[in-house]
């Protein structure tokens, strides 16, 4: 069982960056795809950026390449995401995930909010 916990969020003004977290319960990351997704009121989670369990590979949505960057640091049994250039479409509730390479997300966080708005 992986138990992961996002950090980072809050309110930013358009264009700003947010840096978020996601620390995971165990000491086998290294083993799991992990990726962002988010869900904006009223609309259907989507997926935002992922990377895999070597680190070497990452993919984004089309509209956030560019902007955002997902990375990861097994020794910390963490992953990140840099959000930069940020635009009042990007506020969601934000959610980390984790599972095992070529297969389904099946590990969640709660989520952590961001909003961007002046």
């Known amino acids: 069982q992986v138990q992961l916990v996002e950090s980072g969020g809050g309110l930013v003004q358009p264009g700003g960056s947010l840096r978020l977290s996601c620390a995971a319960s165990v000491r086998t990351l290294w083993r799991y795809a992990m990726g962002w997704f988010r869900q904006a009121p009223g609309k259907e989670r989507e997926f935002v950026a992922g990377?895999?369990?070597?680190?070497?590979?990452?993919d984004y949505a089309d509209s956030v390449k560019g902007r955002f960057t997902i990375s990861r640091d097994n020794a910390k049994n963490s992953i990140y995401l840099q959000m930069n250039s940020l635009k009042p479409e990007d506020t969601a509730v934000y959610y980390c995930?984790?599972?095992?390479?070529?297969?389904?997300?099946?590990?969640w966080g709660k989520g952590t909010q961001v909003t961007v708005s002046s």
């Open positions: 990377i895999r369990s070597s680190g070497g590979s990452a």
């Open positions: 995930a984790a599972g095992n390479p070529g297969g389904a997300f099946n590990y």
